[in-house]
């Protein structure tokens, strides 16, 4: 039987593979997200590119784009039903106007797979659309507030999506600054109608409302401003909106009438995607760093920024404009140039990462990273995904050292896509050679950012490095020997951290017999406070021998969630319940956050006990 959902689907994949054969532009993924709303091609590079110019939103078929079509089908209909009236004096030409509009609109968000921003804009169409055929008169905020509460009734989960609060954050944001403003004229002069004038004045006018009103969402759900955005989005909206989008949907209606035109449609559509990459990254060029910024504003921060921002919006005469640009001048301010108080002597955060390790390590404005985590697929790794955005949100760009353990995927797959991310000062392995492999392929497939993050690093044997201090925090590698037939595992390097009377241990995936090794040569403490489970609670690791001889306090296991492997394994788990540690799972707890301060541990935080899911939890 024919069912519409199978229909789409099949047309949907039926022109991703026309694009991906009739194209041969770099650009062609962004081509297929602009069809179809298919991103699954769009490169790292092409994401890293949009999202630094703060066109990213442009990426996949947004709102915009819907509303674009609505337009077109609604002058189609209007033709239609003028030619209609020709022969049916009485037909309303509108009435077959807005039908079509709704229509056209109806099946762009339907070939884009229904995604929140077309959603949003299709019910809000509706809406105007359903008012006008009923003769009803409706407030804009109306229907925003009824599409709004219609998505959440639809898809309860949405409001956990960041791209639900950005697409009505912005829309919010707009309705905000345009409603109500009226057109200064001369009283004695009819109104002529929006002119060109209104029209590219108001355009930019609304990249301006976006820019201040979007500053905030931004930097709470991404940590990440795009100072280019406004010239960017200048350039890129229309491009895309009036000249890539409609030839794209001309190409793919002609491609079984005329496969020429067709092709040279497509051909023009990805010329012109070319230019707007050549402008984007040329804005980046000139920008530099500060083209986007990283920024994590604290609550008080955010509050003072947002303050600031409302008042720019608001309409003339409510409060001083001034006074809004010196509460974000203040705020930015006091962000980069001034460190918050409050804050802990010693940070340890282990990332739940699944399958693998990362931990980071914060002492004052020094930060080490301790392995990487797993490389998931070719498009996704912890890295990039995980262990970058963290750092981020903690307001940091660069790692003072990063030490992978060894190179195991588990704790070295993500080592590539963290360094397309961030800079880092030192690095150090217990597998050098490996790690230098995957630097020099880096170097050679990165983009300019990559390289100049990892330019001149030169990554150190862990086991012959030496010991360093950070302010009142020690940091050691314990030694051990290093035969040429020993397996990855017992080349990690074991990390000790000691501030006042705490100690903590890092030991990789060691085995039992460099534990023994270790406890041998009386390297290891008497007692250790917390202890990062060897080789994440495997039965080959954390031996009789260890536990009894160390006692932690605390053990962590970084495993993976039911994870194939089984761990931590019962033995293991047992031998430190019997020495009385505190048993804390990645794979249960989620990311797990420890303080210290003044010489004691102040907190332990576990993510999904401080973010617990109604739905789960």
Not at 183 to 191: G, L, R, T
Request: aromatic content about 12%; hydrophobic content about 50%.
């Amino acid at each position: 039987y024919w069912n519409f959902e199978d229909w789409i689907n099949q047309q949907r994949y039926g022109l991703q593979q026309w694009i991906v054969a009739r194209s041969d532009s770099g650009e062609r993924g962004i081509l297929v997200a602009l069809l179809i709303g298919d991103s699954s091609l769009v490169e790292k590079a092409q994401w890293t590119r949009m999202q630094q110019t703060g066109t990213s939103h442009l990426i996949a078929i947004s709102g915009l784009h819907v509303g674009f079509l609505a337009i077109f089908g609604f002058y189609a209909g209007l033709l239609l039903g003028k030619s209609v009236q020709l022969i049916w004096h009485r037909c309303p030409a509108l009435v077959i106007a807005w039908w079509s509009a709704i229509l056209c609109a109806a099946f762009y968000s339907a070939l884009a797979g229904f995604n929140i921003p077309t959603v949003r804009t299709f019910i809000m169409l509706v809406i105007f659309y359903c008012a006008c055929i009923w003769r009803r008169s409706v407030r804009v905020s109306d229907i925003f507030c009824f599409a709004l509460a219609l998505v959440v009734i639809i898809d309860p989960l949405a409001a956990l999506d960041m791209g639900f609060w950005l697409s009505f954050g912005a829309v919010a944001m707009l309705l905000i600054y345009f409603s109500g403003r009226m057109i200064p004229k001369k009283v004695a002069e009819p109104w002529p109608g929006f002119t060109a004038a209104n029209m590219l004045y108001g355009f930019v006018r609304s990249q301006w409302v976006m820019f201040i009103g979007m500053l905030i969402p931004l930097s709470v759900l991404v940590n990440s401003i795009s100072l280019v955005a406004p010239v960017a989005n200048a350039v890129a909206i229309p491009l895309i909106t009036f000249f890539v989008v409609p030839l794209l949907l001309i190409s793919a209606s002609t491609r079984d009438l005329s496969a020429s035109l067709s092709d040279f449609l497509l051909g023009c559509s990805a010329w012109v995607m070319e230019v707007v990459k050549v402008f984007l990254e040329y804005l980046l060029l000139l920008g530099g760093s500060w083209s986007s910024p990283i920024v994590a504003f604290s609550p008080a921060l955010t509050v003072l920024i947002a303050a600031g921002c409302l008042i720019l919006l608001l309409p003339k005469g409510l409060f001083p404009r001034v006074l809004g640009w010196c509460a974000i001048g203040l705020g930015i301010g006091l962000c980069f140039f001034i460190a918050p108080p409050g804050q802990p002597d010693l940070k340890l955060t282990v990332l739940d990462v699944g399958q693998g390790t990362a931990v980071v390590i914060q002492v004052g404005n020094k930060t080490l990273i301790y392995d990487t985590g797993p490389k998931y697929t070719d498009s996704f790794d912890a890295g990039s995904g995980i262990v970058a955005p963290y750092l981020f949100s903690q307001g940091i760009t660069h790692a003072d050292k990063l030490i992978v353990s060894h190179g195991d995927m588990d704790h070295a797959g993500g080592f590539s896509g963290l360094l397309e991310k961030i800079s880092v000062v030192e690095m150090l392995a217990g597998q050098p050679e490996k790690i230098i492999q995957m630097e020099k392929a880096i170097q050679i497939k990165s983009t300019t950012q990559t390289e100049t993050a990892t330019q001149n690093v030169i990554v150190q044997n862990c086991h012959q490095a030496a010991n360093w201090n950070w302010q009142s925090v020690s940091f050691y590698f314990l030694q051990f020997p290093q035969p040429k037939g020993a397996i990855a595992n017992n080349h990690s390097c074991v990390l000790l951290i000691k501030y006042a009377d705490q100690t903590i241990l890092l030991p990789g995936d060691i085995e039992v017999s460099v534990e023994n090794q270790l406890l041998r040569a009386q390297q290891l403490p008497e007692k250790i406070n917390l202890v990062l489970a060897a080789h994440h609670g495997s039965k080959t690791s954390s031996g009789i021998q260890f536990v009894n001889a160390t006692t932690p306090d605390v053990v962590v296991y970084s495993a993976g969630y039911r994870s194939q492997h089984g761990h931590p394994h019962k033995d293991v788990r047992k031998r430190f319940q019997i020495a009385g540690s505190q048993e804390i799972n990645t794979a249960e707890s989620g990311a797990v956050v420890f303080s210290w301060r003044e010489g004691q541990m102040q907190s332990t935080q576990e993510y999904r006990q401080s973010h617990k899911r109604y739905w789960f939890d």
